[in-house]
């Protein structure tokens, strides 16, 4: 054990022993945003918006939605009623897209709302799907 670094473990005077066994520290989150946030994706719960695809950040009140915006399929279905038709599930999507919006523009904590969806846009105060690149 010639060398002090043999003692402690290190591989050499390079390496740092705290990183290999504390973690990064977390950046600081705002608890009134984590809360927001918290609620928000409980609302889009409450609508039955399938949240896999959906990320959900709130920064200083601002809202952030980006990603797939569906509707979840909530009905059991046959093997027929499956290929549902394309303007009933847009007309679905459509109107919780209107009702999620409104939420939470109601909400007093939010500051701003801002969306990428990537197959739905704003067009005209409507929603509008989009294809799919």
């Not at 549902?84 to 904590?109: F, G, K, N, P, W």
């Not at 739905?120 to 989009?130: D, F, L, N």
């Amino acid at each position: 054990m010639d060398s002090p670094h043999a003692l402690r473990g290190d591989l050499g005077p390079d390496s740092s022993l705290d990183s290999r066994i504390f973690p990064a520290p977390i950046p600081f989150v705002n608890q009134e945003d984590f809360r927001l946030q918290r609620l928000i994706e409980a609302l889009l719960i409450r609508n039955y918006v399938d949240t896999r695809k959906l990320d959900v950040q709130v920064i200083s009140g601002n809202v952030y939605l980006d990603g797939l915006f569906e509707v979840a399929n909530t009905q059991i279905t046959s093997r027929e009623e499956e290929q549902r038709d394309v303007i009933e599930t847009h007309h679905e999507a459509r109107r919780a897209l209107l009702q999620v919006e409104q939420q939470i523009r109601a909400m007093s904590e939010v500051n701003g709302l801002y969306f990428n969806f990537r197959n739905w846009t704003k067009a005209g105060g409507g929603w509008v799907p989009t294809k799919i690149h």
